[in-house]
Structures are given as C-alpha cells and as structure tokens.
C-alpha cells in the first residue's frame, strides 16, 4: 500500500495564484484532513471530512477550498494565494470508529507534506 | 480555540541519555496521542492513550495520561541517534465538530556536538 500520497512535494507561487494540493489514500479512510505546519505552531487544521461528499471547516479555513467527491480523494485548494500562506500542508486519514460526527479518528497517517512558498 | 503548550521547544540528546517532555493544557482531553516528525516526513504516531492514569510504552518510548486529564508525558530511554526529529503531542476532546486533534508547537530532539 501507498498511504497517504501528497502531491506536489514543492510548489512555488506568486500572490494572486491558484492552485490545487492533492491528495490520495489508498487505506479506504473515511476521515480525511488538511493541516498546515508552521514553525513553533505546530500543526493547524484546515478543514476535514468525515466521508464523501461531506466536508467542514478547520480552525484556519480562509482561503482555502475542499471538496470529497471519492472516498480516496481529498484537494486543497488555494483560491488566490498569498504570502500567509506559505507553509507545510500535510494531508491527513484516519479509520473512523462510529459514524458522522461523533466518529473517533485520532490514529492520523499523514503525507509526505508539500512545501508551498508564496511570494 | 484550546492550547497544547509543549517543553522543552527543543533539547540536545546524547547516546544512552534518558529524556523527558510534557504537555500542557488549560482544559481536559479525552484522548492524548505522541508524534514523531523525521526531517522531510509526515508526523507518525507513536502512542495513543485513553484513561487518565495510563502508562504505555512502545519499545524504548513509555507515554503518560495525567491524572487531571489536562497534561501527558514522553519519556525516552538510552537515546538513539534515529530518535532526532520533532515529538508532537495531540489531545482530542469528543464533541460534535469531526472530534478534531489539537497539536501542540513540538520539541524538537537534537544530537549533541
């Protein structure tokens, strides 16, 4: 098995750009996540889902974008990225015991990361 | 939102040194997990604990639950070159919102000169 698979692993930006971060298990994880890791801040959620077609907001969300349509695929999407934004994004899956939102899904397997830099 | 607030930010390890870190937290979790961050990876669970009180180990690394529920402990015996990289620790509070982890800023293990 893969895991999780983060693509890219660099990408560079300039301010106003679009792009999308991808990412792929291949475990059948229902629960799916983005974070982004910055120094001495640890790692901050962006948004997550719980299973397809179900998606919810992290605790730094602005300007960011996801969608679940399989139950492997998980992107990130920056709208119009800008110097903030530079970081780690670690894609994230996990087993869910029990369903929805009261599922549990603490044991994470996480990418590779991709470092982003926007100038 | 909760803080996880972790110590040391960093510390240096010589081979066959036992260390410890902590965390911290203003309020309880239900669930506390250690990471473990290698240089241009993603972070890999090492512990998971449930009750207040647990004491797991796995291999040289043993992980406590504290009593009150708002702090945990990472203790590493006879340090390994391999155990350099960044521990995160992670509490998770059950409640509507996806049972999200909150991650503490880590320590970061470095080998001595």
């Known amino acids: ?119 | 939102g909760q803080q996880l607030n972790q110590s040391p930010q960093s510390m240096f390890i010589q081979e066959g040194e036992d260390v410890s870190m902590n965390c911290t937290s203003s309020s309880i979790f239900n669930t506390w997990l250690w990471y473990k961050q290698d240089p241009g990876e993603g972070p890999v669970l090492l512990i998971a604990l449930y009750k207040a009180g647990e004491l797991t180990s796995n291999g040289r690394l043993t992980a406590q639950f504290g009593i009150t529920r708002k702090d945990s402990f990472l203790n590493i015996s006879a340090s390994i070159p391999s155990d350099v990289g960044i521990y995160f620790c992670a509490g998770q509070l059950f409640k509507a919102a996806g049972n999200k982890l909150t991650f503490g800023g880590g320590t970061r293990v470095l080998v001595k000169p």
């Open chain 1, 1 to 119: 098995n893969a895991g999780v698979t983060q693509t890219p692993k660099f990408q560079v930006l300039k301010t106003g750009q679009s792009m999308t971060l991808q990412c792929a298990q291949d475990m059948n994880h229902e629960y799916m996540s983005w974070y982004r890791q910055d120094p001495g801040m640890g790692l901050r959620l962006i948004h997550y889902s719980v299973g397809a077609g179900i998606t919810d907001q992290g605790e730094v969300p602005n300007g960011y974008n996801v969608s679940r349509s399989t139950t492997e695929d998980f992107p990130l999407r920056l709208l119009s990225a800008a110097p903030s934004q530079t970081s780690v994004y670690f894609c994230a899956s996990s087993y869910s015991r029990g369903r929805g939102h009261t599922s549990t899904n603490e044991k994470l397997f996480f990418g590779s990361g991709t470092q982003l830099s926007v100038l």
